[in-house]
Structures are given as structure tokens and as C-alpha cells.
């Protein structure tokens, strides 16, 4: 009954108000002229995406260089898509790379095959891997262009890193790592990395930096 | 397909290119044409607030004859690949394909029977988007990728010599199946 007794007042108390009701709608469009736009100007004005957005993955590294990941293929394992590679390695006191016994000496994502589902991220043990917010370079012409390599995925070298192969910083372990203990490179490391680099010349490789012009 | 394709090769033709290209690229019409959740990815960027139209793209043209660009928005089953081929096929040239989201462009998860791995299996690619959708903002930075090739896109003697080149590296090229080492 009380329905009934609202909907009579309401269709009286229009009154000569409602000879324009059918054209309110055209007020409704009208005040949507003062509202704020909604778009996103895309290319020019790029709004961040949310922290936590799943974007192109990172391969990070330990504050002295070293790499972290350990080439033990558990992402590979996790993938729900198979398009991680993983191929380990033994580290020797000639080439290291990472703390402990072993690297990952090939590591690819195929970037067609990932649904950027994050399990990967979730599987690794040393945090070796996580995902950045970046998305921009997720587009190309060719199915091999898109399956990034570990120089694609490698995090950048910041202040106070030696880009890897070098030794640990000296008096440290593993665990030492793990725990944080090393801040940055020492400049034992660096005259390692020095030395090396002159047998190098000395022998006539040019060849020390290896890709990352993709 | 036009006058600009019997021009002789020159300054007369580059300036067609770039005029033809500048124009190609600032008209595209998508067909609507959504195969999966990557559709409404593809609905979103048209509209309001991604806005397609700021690229003079706006209309998702119902008929494939009146379009120019295939958005393979999702997933391809065996059962739809004639149907694929065949819109494509409809379409008038010049004609360009986005393959968008991984399961068009390789199967991506669904590694298995039913699934054509790849629509490049039956239509030529001109460009692949992954992302599991790939978010608006991704495919308009494709579609602005798609762009720039429209835009440096050869024409009449300089195409069927570009399209020669791209054969004879074709035939030079080593097979998928028989690559060896990293790239697997």
C-alpha cells in the first residue's frame, strides 16, 4: 500500500515541471560538457600503473654486481605456459657470477608464451626474479624478437655494483649475502674486474660486454 | 592496387609514400572482431577513456570489407581458423594484422589440440602484442608501432622490390624446427 501511495505523490507532484521530462535527458547530456574528461591522453601523459602491476620481469642482482639468481629452474618448473628456459651452470673462481655453486648461465622468457601470471615470482627462492611495472617493450614484428634473453632481463648496473663476473667480496659467504651483510662492491673486486680486463686486451678479446642492444 | 602502384620509382614516388602512408596510418579502421577476453581489452581502448578515436581509429567497422586492420583479439581454435582466414581474406588491401594478447600469437598457455599455436599459422603477422590481456595502454603503444610501419610502408617498384628482398631472406633463412643452441 505504501508503494502504491508514493507513486501517486510523486507522479502529482510533478506538475507543469514534467511537460519536460522528455527532454532531460538532454540536460543530463548537456552538464556532461562542464564534467572533468576521463581520457587518458596515452602516448603523451603516461599514468603510472598500480604498484603492483605484473610487467616485464627483472633478473636483480646482489649491491656488489653479483647476480642472484642461482640457475636451480624452479620458475621454469612453475610456469603455467612453459616460457621460462633456464639452463644453470657451475660457477668457477675464474668466471662468477653469482654467490654459492651455481647460475644461471641461459635464461630466456618467451614473452609470446607468458601470461605474466607472477607464479614465477612466487617460485624463486633468492628473489633472484621479480616483475617490473615496465610494459612498453611487451609489442614487435617478429616471434624470436620477443623471447628476451637473460642481457634483456638483467636489472642495471646502480652505484656501487660491478657487473658480474667477479668475485664475492672477500671474507664473505653465501649466507652472508642472503642476510644483507654486503652493502656494496669492495675495491678488491673492482682491481679483479681491472686485471682481468687488461688479459683480456693483452690477449686480444674485445669482447667484454656481452648484447643489450635490443 | 592504384595509380600509386604504377609510378615510376624516383622523388614523385617517395612523396606519394610518405603522403599515402601519412594518411593510411591516420585512418584505420579495425574490424570488430573479438575472439576472447582480449576483446574487451580491445572494447576498452575504444572507449572513452583510452579512446581510440584521438587515432582516427574510433570505428570497429562490422564488415571486414570496409576495414583495414584485423585485431585477433583472443584465443584461435582449429574450429575458428577458416573463419579467421576467411575475414581476413574479405578484407581489402592494404591490410594489416595485430595479433593481440600471447594465445594469438603463439597459443601462449594453451599448448594443446584444440588451439592454433600462433595465427601466424594462417594469416601474415604484422605485429605481436603479448600480455595476458595486454592492457589498453599496450595495445595503443602497438597499434602507434603498427603506425610507424604503415607510415614507412614501400609502394609501387619500391615494394616489389622490398617484397623481393624479404623473400630472398625467406628462402636464406634457417627453419624454426632446425634452429640449434639457445634460441628455443
Redesign the interface.
Known sequence: MADHNSNETSSDGGGWLSAFAPIAGFGVTFATMFTKV??????EQ?VP?APRFHGRHQLNRHPDGLEKCIGCELCAWAC???AI?VEGADNTEEDRFSPGERYGR?Y?I????????GLCIEACPTRALTMTNE??Q???????G??F?KQDLLAPVLGGMIPAPHPMVPGTTEQDYYQGKVTQSVSEQQEWVDARHGEDEKAGKVESVKGGDR | MGIEEKLPSGFMLTSVEVLAGYMRKASLWPATFGLACCAIEMMTSGAPRYDLGRFGMEVFRASPRQADLMIVAGRVSQKMAPVVRQVYDQMVNPKWVLSMGVCASSGGMFNNYAIVQGVDHIVPVDIYLPGCPPRPEMLINAILELHQQIQNMPLGVNREEAARAAEAAALKAIPTSQMKGLLR
Open positions: 576521463v581520457t587518458e591522453q596515452y602516448p603516461k600503473t603455467p605456459a612453459d628456459f641461459v630466456q618467451n614473452y609470446l608464451r607468458c601470461i605474466l601470471c610494459y612498453e611487451l609489442k614487435g614484428s617478429t616471434r624470436a620477443l623471447i634473453e
